[in-house]
C-alpha cells in the first residue's frame, strides 16, 4: 500500500535539505548571466536581506544568487523560457518550505512544515511574505502592524468591542500573544496564561489565598481564558459574561446572602466584595481588605468573615 505523505513525512527530509543545502559554483560572471535579463529583478532585492550577493560584497549582507531560490537555472540558462524556471511562489506550500528552508533553519519554519495551522489550510511562505521589491519588517506582504488582520476579519471585530486589548492603537501587536515559531501549540499561544502574565505580571502570584480557578487552571492550562475573552469583550475588564453571571457558572449564592445583614448581600455584584479575584494575601474569601470601612462595618469581627476564612 502506498504511504500517505503528510507533512511530518516532509519534515526530516526538508531539515536535511536545510542543513546539507549548498548553493551552487556559478561564479559572479555566471550569475551576470541571469542579470542580463532581469537586471530589474535586481534592483528590486537591494538593501533588504536577498540583495544579490555581486551587489553586497561590501555590506556584509547574506550571500543569496538567484539560483539559490529558483530551480532549473541550469536549463533556463541554454534555453530562457518561462516554463523551464521554478518561480518559488507559484510552488506547493511544502514544496516553498522545501526552497525557503535552505537558509532559514528557525523555529518559525519549521513550525511551518509541521504544525502550523496556516499549512492546513493550503497556505505558503509567499501568503504572507514576497521578497521582490519588499522593505517591510520580516518581508510581510503589507506593511502593518498587524498584518495578520487582513485574513483574521473575525479577529479584527473582536477588537472592535467595547473593552478591547489595544490593537488599534498600536501598543500591542499580535505577535506579541501569538508565537509564530511554536510548534507545539497550534493557536501559537505562548502558555496560555504565561503570555497574560508577561504584561499583567500583578495577577500572577503566586498568592497565599489562592483563587481555584486560577491556580489549578493555570497548572493545567488556560485559567485567564476561562473568564476573559482575549481579544475584547462587550463586558467589562474582557469578561466573557457579566461579573455576577460569571462567578454564578462556579459558585452558588450562599443563602446568608438574602438572610443576613438585612440582604444587603444580594444586592450586589460578587467583586464588589470579593475584589481580590485572582488570589489575595488575607483572606481565603478573597474579600476587600477594606471591606468593612466601605460597606459592612466590623465585617472582620463578626466570626462569618474572619481574615483566613
Known amino acids: 500500500?502506498?504511504?500517505?505523505?503528510?507533512?511530518?513525512?516532509?519534515?526530516?527530509?526538508?531539515?536535511?535539505?536545510?542543513?546539507?543545502?549548498f548553493p551552487s559554483d556559478l561564479s559572479a560572471q555566471d550569475l551576470s548571466?541571469?542579470?542580463?535579463?532581469?537586471?530589474?529583478?535586481?534592483?528590486?532585492?537591494?538593501?533588504?536581506?536577498?540583495?544579490?550577493r555581486q551587489e553586497s560584497e561590501e555590506t556584509g549582507s547574506v550571500n543569496v544568487a538567484c539560483f539559490d531560490c529558483h530551480d532549473g537555472w541550469q536549463e533556463h540558462i541554454e534555453d530562457p523560457?518561462?516554463?523551464?524556471?521554478?518561480?518559488?511562489?507559484?510552488?506547493?506550500?511544502?514544496?516553498q518550505g522545501e526552497v525557503c528552508g535552505r537558509c532559514h533553519v528557525t523555529p518559525h519554519q519549521a513550525a511551518m512544515v509541521s504544525t502550523?495551522?496556516?499549512?492546513?489550510?493550503?497556505?505558503?511562505?509567499?501568503?504572507?511574505?514576497?521578497?521582490?521589491?519588499?522593505?517591510?519588517?520580516?518581508?510581510?506582504?503589507e506593511d502593518l502592524d498587524n498584518f495578520c488582520v487582513s485574513c483574521h476579519s473575525s479577529a479584527a471585530m473582536e477588537f472592535q468591542r467595547r473593552s478591547a486589548h489595544p490593537l488599534e492603537s498600536g501598543n500591542i501587536r499580535c505577535v506579541d500573544c501569538h508565537d509564530l515559531?511554536?510548534?507545539?501549540?497550534a493557536e501559537f499561544k505562548i502558555g496560555f496564561d504565561w503570555g497574560c502574565q508577561s504584561c499583567h505580571e500583578e495577577n500572577?502570584?503566586?498568592?497565599?489565598?489562592?483563587?481555584?480557578?486560577?491556580?489549578?487552571?493555570?497548572?493545567?492550562?488556560?485559567?485567564?481564558?476561562?473568564?476573559?475573552e482575549p481579544h475584547g469583550s462587550s463586558n467589562d475588564r474582557l469578561l466573557r459574561q457579566t461579573s455576577r453571571v460569571l462567578c454564578l457558572q462556579c459558585h452558588n449564592v450562599p443563602p446568608g446572602h438574602s438572610t443576613r445583614h438585612s440582604?444587603?448581600?444580594?444586592?450586589?455584584?460578587?467583586?464588589?466584595?470579593?475584589?481580590?479575584?485572582?488570589?489575595?494575601?488575607?483572606?481565603?474569601?478573597?474579600?476587600?481588605?477594606e471591606l468593612g470601612d466601605k460597606m459592612f462595618p466590623d465585617c472582620y469581627q463578626s466570626g462569618c468573615h474572619s481574615v483566613g476564612n
Open 1 to 21: 500500500m502506498k504511504k500517505k505523505i503528510t507533512p511530518f513525512t516532509w519534515f526530516p527530509v526538508i531539515l536535511m535539505t536545510s542543513f546539507f543545502w
Open 33 to 52: 548571466i541571469c542579470l542580463d535579463c532581469h537586471a530589474d529583478m535586481s534592483v528590486s532585492l537591494r538593501n533588504t536581506p536577498h540583495e544579490l
Open 81 to 95: 523560457a518561462r516554463d523551464n524556471i521554478d518561480k518559488t511562489s507559484n510552488l506547493l506550500p511544502l514544496a
Open 116 to 141: 502550523d495551522p496556516h499549512l492546513k489550510a493550503d497556505l505558503s511562505c509567499s501568503s504572507c511574505h514576497t521578497v521582490h521589491g519588499n522593505r517591510n519588517e520580516y518581508l510581510v506582504r
Open 181 to 185: 515559531s511554536s510548534i507545539t501549540t
Open 204 to 228: 500572577a502570584g503566586p498568592f497565599l489565598y489562592e483563587h481555584p480557578v486560577t491556580y489549578s487552571h493555570l497548572v493545567e492550562g488556560g485559567s485567564c481564558l476561562e473568564c476573559h
Open 263 to 289: 440582604g444587603l448581600g444580594s444586592r450586589y455584584e460578587c467583586v464588589q466584595c470579593h475584589t481580590e479575584i485572582h488570589g489575595s494575601f488575607s483572606n481565603g474569601l478573597l474579600l476587600d481588605p
